[in-house]
């Protein structure tokens, strides 16, 4: 996970203000969010019905503060956020394909141990496990608990319409599209 979040923490385009100049920001910043992070934020605020309301909550929990419980910084979040975003672009396809192998590499393994806790059931029932654990208790609750990209699966929660997303500056789409 290390190695994950100095990568997503490497996405440059939020330091370089070049290319940005043309963003035209939507809404008024009240605090020192970056433009387009503001727009996001109240973009995706207006896209929550009434009943989700609550998430923006965690939007700013996961994408503006930092947790040490969490595997992710909020830069490395941001990064990914944003290549889920605009992953129609180019430069985006190979991050998002990553993204969404390591998605599979969990789903893969949750199936391993789903598998494993109905084969620990078949042959011990609820007997005491190996090690003195609970048996097929212990595997469910491992089950539940061990997913190491839940972050990055999480982050669908924060998506909206691409039609509703803010358009790129010209500066950055260019930079992060084809070149002709």
């Known amino acids: 996970m290390l190695l994950l979040n100095q990568w997503l923490e490497r ?8 290319l940005w100049n043309s963003y035209t920001p939507h809404f008024t910043n009240s605090g020192d969010l970056h433009p ?3 727009d996001y934020k109240n973009l995706y605020l207006q ?3 009434e009943a989700e309301k609550v998430n923006i909550q ?3 929990k996961h994408f503006f503060e930092e947790d040490a419980t969490r595997s992710l910084s909020a830069k490395a979040n941001q990064s ?3 290549i889920m975003l605009y992953r ?3 430069l985006f396809h190979q991050p998002f394909q990553l993204l969404q192998c390591l998605l599979d590499i969990d789903e893969q393994m949750a199936t391993w141990r789903f598998r ?6 078949r042959m011990i029932g609820n007997r005491i496990g190996t090690g003195g654990s609970t048996g097929k208790a212990y ?3 491992a089950l539940n608990k061990h997913y190491i990209f839940q972050e990055i699966a999480g982050m669908t929660s924060f998506l909206m319409e691409r039609s509703k997303i803010p358009q790129l500056p010209h500066e950055l789409s260019s930079s992060i599209g084809f070149k002709l």
């Not at 996405?11 to 070049?18: G, N, S, V, W």
């Not at 494993?116 to 059931?121: D, G, W």
Request: net charge negative; charged share 5%.
């Open 88 to 90: 129609g672009y180019p």
């Open 11 to 18: 996405f440059p385009f939020f330091h370089d203000p070049a």
């Open 116 to 121: 494993h806790v109905n084969m620990v059931h």
């Open 139 to 141: 595997l469910q609750g």
């Open 47 to 49: 896209s929550l019905s």
């Open 36 to 38: 387009f992070w503001n």
């Open 80 to 82: 990914a956020l944003f």
């Open 58 to 60: 965690f939007f700013d």
